[in-house]
């Protein structure tokens, strides 16, 4: 328990954001027409790759003679850019088919 | 001062995500929101390549960064320009996917580098370096690194599955028993991770204590690779059994997963950017799986278990249920034509057809006729909830038209005609009548209220999810057999002769 309490302490204010986070993530999403469902989803889907910030960290920090931690680190980065690129241009896609029509 | 700038970068990158989803859920700033949130990511990964230190010391490896950074971005590219709108979420569920692997490969990553930085110090190993002088790594270091791995690797498994599913390369597959492989799989997966994670722990504390450290070291990295197999067993046992109705539930439950993956990543760098990224994903994905759930009367408990696959199987047992009608083409022209009221239920044969234009052509053509027409959109048609409104929205169909499940429902017994063009469960009455059938309880679209409902389908095959419709042998209804794309031409031929 008291240990507990002292990793509390350590990362709260990591674990203030995380609540936080969550309560905005549900209140964010709260009214969303069907309509957007997949627009949003394929949104957020988006964001999530930014975790491409973690491969570029990992990436930049690998050492030149490491050609494993280099490779799978080249890879992360392939895949994360992927998912943020496409991600974006997907959702890009879908919202032009909802552009206001002229009459 | 360098500093200064990447934490400014970040905090601008978390407010643009914030903001960025709170303007996609509305239609008017949708596009906007999405552009903000890309122009955010802009941000966070330039300051991060040009202005991340780590002990004082900048990245390195540019050549490697921005290679990678071009490929993906070329294939992202294309790969989101070229592709169908009818294949749009398979694609989601493949970039979900990257997004996934690449939260397990940066976990590969820093934890080949925890174990060589702790028990492997220097090449060849002295005195010095094996008393623990590194110090005990934490146990939230290691447990952020498992989390990381095993959420990311499930995610991308489980994504794989669900593409593979979607695009038909991967069938439904179920055995006997295999709820209980996959609650022993997890079991197994949380016991060894804890094992690794407190042992790991307690044994960087003294490295020394080891005759050797090579072999520790070993055993630590086979651990970890064991549960990086486990893991991705466990996702494509996960996604497997689950019929093909439930794919945007799983779509949406996995794109939270890599939420999480992602935001595991802030805690391994204190980094606010993907901390509040990925939570932020992680809650509204949760909570969007939840609300698709409800739209089908199904817990999320019942969908994780993967038992809709394993009662379908059961569920289609009748092949035989009586005779269906057909009906002519100039007999539905006529019918639509005279009517007063139609309402048309697309559904996933629409979507592969590619009819939306044509579709809407026809709608048009009878409300110059003077008839009233509506679309019935049931939040689950297609194969992602919104699927139809986003195909019909590119045929420039008006947002007024497209009626909700329970509007819908309330018009379809003051409806005349209803045309049912490539949808099949969502018109099922068995949820309604048959407490044997795998969707017993899902809210459907009443369309046997209606006086009369023409089905178009391309055979009387069964739909996606593999169950008998009794809807086709209804006496109300007659069936337009063959292509959405090809019997919608004809169908504005004849009534344009009426």
Known sequence: MYNFLLWLDAYQEMIYIVVLMIFLGIEVIGRVPSVLHTPLMSGANAIHGVVIIGAIIVMGKADPENYVALILGFLAVVLGTINVVGGFVVTDRMLDMFRKKRH | ?498
């Not at chain 2, 204590?209 to 494509?236: C, D, K, M, P, R």
């Not at chain 2, 379908?312 to 249920?321: D, H, L, P, T």
């Open chain 2, 1 to 498: 001062m360098g500093y200064v700038f990447l934490m400014l970068g970040y905090l601008l990158a978390s407010v643009s995500f914030i903001v960025g989803l709170k303007m996609l859920s509305h239609p008017d700033t949708a596009k906007r929101g999405n552009r903000l949130a890309a122009a955010g990511m802009t941000i966070a990964i330039v300051v991060t390549i040009f202005l991340y230190e780590d002990n004082g010391e900048r990245l390195g490896n540019y050549g490697w960064i921005f290679g990678a950074l071009f490929i993906g971005a070329v294939i992202g590219w294309i790969a989101a320009r070229k592709v169908q709108m009818t294949a749009m979420p398979e694609m989601v569920s493949l970039f979900n996917g990257m997004g996934g692997a690449c939260a397990a490969l940066i976990s590969m990553i820093e934890f080949n580098h925890l174990v060589h930085e702790t028990f492997l110090p220097h090449l060849p190993l002295s005195e010095e370096t094996l008393s623990g002088t590194i110090g005990q790594v934490p146990m939230t270091q290691v447990l952020v690194i498992m989390l990381g791995l095993v959420i990311g690797t499930v995610s991308f498994a489980g994504s794989m599955i669900a593409w593979g599913k979607l695009n038909g390369r991967v069938n439904d597959f179920s055995f006997r028993g295999l709820q209980l492989v996959n609650i022993l799989l997890l079991s197994v997966i949380l016991a060894f991770s804890t094992y690794l994670i407190v042992r790991f722990s307690t044994d960087s504390a003294a490295p020394g204590i080891f005759e050797n450290a090579q072999t520790a070291a070993n055993s630590f990295t086979l651990l970890f690779y064991l549960i990086l197999v486990l893991a991705i067993l466990y996702g494509v046992f996960f996604v497997l059994p689950i019929g093909g109705a439930d794919m945007p539930v799983v779509i949406s439950l996995l794109n939270s997963f890599t939420g999480v993956a992602a935001a595991c990543g802030g805690f391994l760098y204190n980094n606010k950017a993907m901390l509040t990224g990925g939570i932020l994903v992680g809650a509204a994905g949760t909570l969007l799986t939840i609300l698709m759930c409800r739209a089908m009367n199904r817990s999320l408990k019942n969908v994780l278990l993967g038992s809709f696959g394993a009662s379908a199987k059961s569920g289609s047992r009748s092949s035989e249920q009586g005779s269906f009608k057909e009906i002519t083409l100039s007999d539905a022209g006529m019918m639509m034509a005279y009517a007063e009221r139609v309402m048309i239920v697309p559904g996933y044969g629409l979507a592969v057809a590619q009819a939306q234009h044509i579709c809407h052509e026809l709608e048009k053509l009878l409300t110059q006729r003077g008839v009233e027409v509506a679309y019935a959109i049931h939040p689950v048609a297609g194969r992602m909830p919104g699927h139809m409104n986003v195909l019909l929205a590119e045929a420039d169909v008006s947002y007024e038209k497209l009626l909700e499940l329970e509007e819908a429902n309330q018009l379809l017994p003051r409806t005349d005609v209803v045309l049912v063009l490539g949808a099949n469960d969502v018109v099922n009455p068995a949820a309604k009548t048959d407490p044997a059938s795998p969707i017993y309880g899902m809210p459907i679209l009443d369309v046997e209220q209606a006086r009369q409902v023409i089905v178009n389908k391309r055979s009387m095959k069964p739909g996606y999810a593999g169950i008998e419709n009794p809807l086709f042998f209804g006496t109300k209804t007659s069936m337009l057999f063959g292509d959405a794309k090809k019997v919608l031409q004809e169908l504005v031929a004849t009534i344009k002769e009426i």
